[in-house]
C-alpha cells in the first residue's frame, strides 16, 4: 500500500501496496517522502484538531456563543499568544458600590422592594426585563446593607441579653448563700475558727505556698479552691487566704467549715477584719463612690451603649462587659491592697474566683521574676486572636493627651487572673501610690482615660513591672467565646473563664461549661437543696 499527497497537502490518496511495515515512498510533487514522514505529519493534524475540539468545548462550558473550530480559533488566538480580552465588572458596578453617600436608592424606595435573599435576589435578575449593570449593583448594595444592619441588630440584642444575665445573681447561688448563712446561725460547726488555732502560724510562713482569692461567691469560690488543692503535689504545704465582704462572711465561713479541704490550710477573712482597712483611709472606695456618682450622671447605661449607630457590635460588647458589678466591686479592687494585706508574706499568687486549677502550681514560687513585681500572661500573641490580640490602645485612649505622652500604644497588655505577686518587691515602689493617682485623674476627665474596668488603671499602675510567663500558665477567653476546644483548654495550668458566660450560669458554653462543673458536688445537700445541677 501506497499513499499518495497532492503538492497542496490537501488530498492524501492511498494506493496498492505491500502493507504499511513495507517501507514506501510518496510521491508529492516531483519529491518522494518516506512513511515515517507521512505518518508523523498525519500525526501532527490530528493533534490540532483534538486541540481546537477542546478550546472549542471550554469555550462553550464558559457561557459563551457557539462558534466553528477555526472560529473559536480565530477567537482565541489572542489569548493563546498571551493577549486577555476576557470582560471586565463594569465601572458602573464599583461607583455604586464605593459610594459612601448612598445617593443611589433602590427603585421602589422602601425596605419592601429590597430582596430579603439570595433566592430573592437571583428570582429579581431572571424574566423578560434584566436589569442593567447600574440597577444590578443598586440592588446588590440595599440587600447587603439590609442584611448587614439585622446582623448587627441582632448582635448588639445577643450582647445586652448577655450583660443583663451576667450581671444578675442566680437565684440558685442567692438560695445557697441564704440557707448557709442560716447554717451559720443554727450549727456551731458552721462557725469553726478557719483555720483552726495549731495552723494560724502557717498563715505568716514563707515556706508554705501562698493563694490568695477575693470574692463574694461562694460556690466560684469553693470551686477555685478545690481544684487548687485537688491538683497540687503537695497539699499539705498549700494555704488559701480567702477575702469577702461583710455580706457574704458568714456563708462563706459556714460553707468552708462544713466542707473542709484538708491537709490544706483555708483562712477565710472579712475586709473589716482588717484593721488598716476598717479605720483607715481607703483611696480606692473613695473613687469608687466618685466612679459611681459619675457613671450616673454622665452615663447612660447600657441603654446609651446600645444605642450607639456607629460602633461596631464588638466595641460595644466590651463596653457592657465593663459595666457588669463585678468590676464596681471592691473584690476586684483589692489585690492592689496585698502588700498591706499580708505584711509578712514576701510572695503570694493572686487567683480570680471565675477560674480552675489544672494542675500543680508549685513551680510558680521557682520562676526568677528578675526583680518585677507582677507575673502574668501576655495578651497580644496567641492563635486566638479574640483574646490574644490586646494592647495598652485596646484599654487606654490614646485621644487623650495624657495618656498618649504617658504610653505606648502598641506595648503588650497582660492578663488578671492568675498573677504571681512579689510583695517584698512591691514594698519598695510606689505603684499603689500610682494606682490611686491613675484613678484620681480618670475622675477629674469625666471617666475618659479608659474603658470602665480594674485592668487600665492596673496596665498603668505595673507599667514597668511586668514579668511575662509561659501562656501555659493562663488560659484566657473561655467566657468570650467558644473557639476554645476542650481539648485545649485541658492542656492548660489555669483556664480563666473571663468574660460574660460565667460556668455557673446559664448563658456558658456547655462543652466549656463541663471543666468546671467537674469540681462541684452534686450530691451535696446544700447544692441539690439549692437546684443547682451540672447543665
Given at each position: 500500500?501506497?499513499?499518495?499527497?497532492s503538492p497542496s497537502l490537501r488530498h492524501v490518496t492511498v494506493l496498492p501496496g505491500k502493507?504499511?511495515?513495507e517501507f514506501i515512498k510518496v510521491k508529492v510533487g516531483s519529491r518522494r517522502v518516506s512513511y515515517r514522514m507521512v505518518f508523523y505529519t498525519l500525526l501532527l493534524f490530528t493533534f490540532l484538531l483534538r486541540f481546537v475540539f477542546v478550546l472549542t468545548a471550554v469555550d462553550t462550558i464558559d457561557g459563551q456563543i457557539r462558534c466553528s473550530t477555526i472560529g473559536c480559533l480565530k477567537?482565541?488566538?489572542?489569548s493563546m499568544l498571551g493577549k486577555n480580552h476576557q470582560p471586565t465588572v463594569p465601572e458602573v458596578i464599583y461607583q455604586v458600590l464605593e459610594d459612601p453617600s448612598g445617593t443611589y436608592d433602590i427603585p421602589g424606595?422602601?425596605?419592601?422592594d429590597i430582596p430579603q435573599t439570595l433566592e430573592d435576589f437571583v428570582s429579581s435578575l431572571k424574566g423578560s426585563n434584566r436589569p442593567d449593570a447600574k440597577t444590578f449593583a443598586i440592588k446588590l448594595k440595599s440587600m447587603v446593607t439590609l442584611l448587614e444592619e439585622r446582623t448587627r441588630k441582632a448582635k448588639i440584642q445577643e450582647y445586652l441579653y448577655r450583660h443583663v444575665a451576667s450581671s444578675s445573681i442566680p437565684k440558685q447561688l442567692n438560695c445557697l448563700a441564704l440557707q448557709l448563712a442560716n447554717e451559720h446561725a443554727t450549727n456551731a460547726n458552721a462557725r469553726?475558727?478557719?483555720p483552726s488555732p495549731e495552723l494560724v502560724?502557717?498563715?505568716?510562713d514563707n515556706s508554705y505556698y501562698h493563694f490568695v482569692l477575693a470574692s463574694d461567691n461562694i460556690l466560684a469560690a469553693s470551686v477555685v479552691a478545690t481544684s487548687l488543692v485537688y491538683n497540687s503535689l503537695r497539699p499539705e504545704m498549700v494555704v488559701v487566704h480567702i477575702i469577702t465582704d461583710r455580706k457574704t462572711y458568714s456563708p462563706m465561713q459556714a460553707w468552708f467549715s462544713l466542707h473542709p479541704l484538708s491537709p490544706a490550710v483555708i483562712e477565710v477573712k472579712a475586709l473589716h477584719h482588717f484593721d488598716w482597712f476598717a479605720k483607715g483611709k481607703v483611696p480606692v472606695l473613695e473613687a469608687m463612690e466618685k466612679d459611681q456618682k459619675a457613671r450616673s450622671q454622665f452615663r447612660g447605661g447600657s441603654s446609651a451603649i446600645v444605642a450607639n449607630k456607629t460602633e461596631k457590635p464588638y466595641v460595644i460588647a466590651a463596653k457592657l462587659q465593663a459595666m457588669s458589678p463585678k468590676y464596681n466591686s471592691l473584690m476586684n479592687?483589692?489585690?492592689?491592697?496585698?502588700?498591706?494585706m499580708f505584711p509578712s508574706l514576701n510572695k503570694i499568687v493572686f487567683l480570680d474566683d471565675d477560674l480552675v486549677v489544672q494542675t500543680d502550681l508549685s513551680p510558680l514560687w521557682d520562676i526568677d521574676m528578675n526583680g518585677k513585681v507582677n507575673g502574668a500572661v501576655e495578651t497580644c500573641r496567641g492563635d486566638d486572636k479574640f483574646v490574644m490580640s490586646k494592647r495598652f490602645k485596646s484599654y487606654l485612649n490614646f485621644s487623650h493627651p495624657l495618656i498618649s505622652k504617658n504610653f505606648n500604644a502598641n506595648e503588650c497588655a497582660w492578663a488578671y487572673g492568675m498573677n504571681i505577686f512579689d510583695l517584698e518587691a512591691w514594698r519598695n515602689t510606689n505603684i499603689t501610690q500610682n494606682y490611686h493617682y491613675w484613678l484620681e485623674e480618670n475622675l477629674k476627665s469625666d471617666l475618659s482615660l479608659w474603658q470602665l474596668g480594674t485592668l487600665p488603671p492596673g496596665l498603668i499602675a505595673f507599667h514597668g513591672y511586668v514579668h511575662t510567663i509561659d501562656p501555659f500558665w493562663h488560659m484566657l477567653g473561655l467566657g468570650y467565646q467558644e473557639n476554645t476546644s476542650k481539648a485545649d483548654a485541658q492542656s492548660a495550668a489555669v483556664i480563666h473563664f473571663n468574660g460574660r458566660a460565667k460556668p455557673w450560669l446559664d448563658i456558658a458554653f456547655p462543652q466549656l461549661r463541663a471543666l468546671w462543673t467537674k469540681y462541684v458536688n452534686f450530691s451535696d445537700k446544700f447544692i441539690k437543696s439549692c437546684h443547682i445541677r451540672p447543665s
Open positions: 500500500m501506497q499513499l499518495h499527497i502493507g504499511l511495515r477567537k482565541l488566538a489572542p424606595g422602601s425596605d419592601v469553726l475558727q478557719l502560724p502557717t498563715l505568716v479592687h483589692v489585690r492592689i491592697y496585698l502588700p498591706e
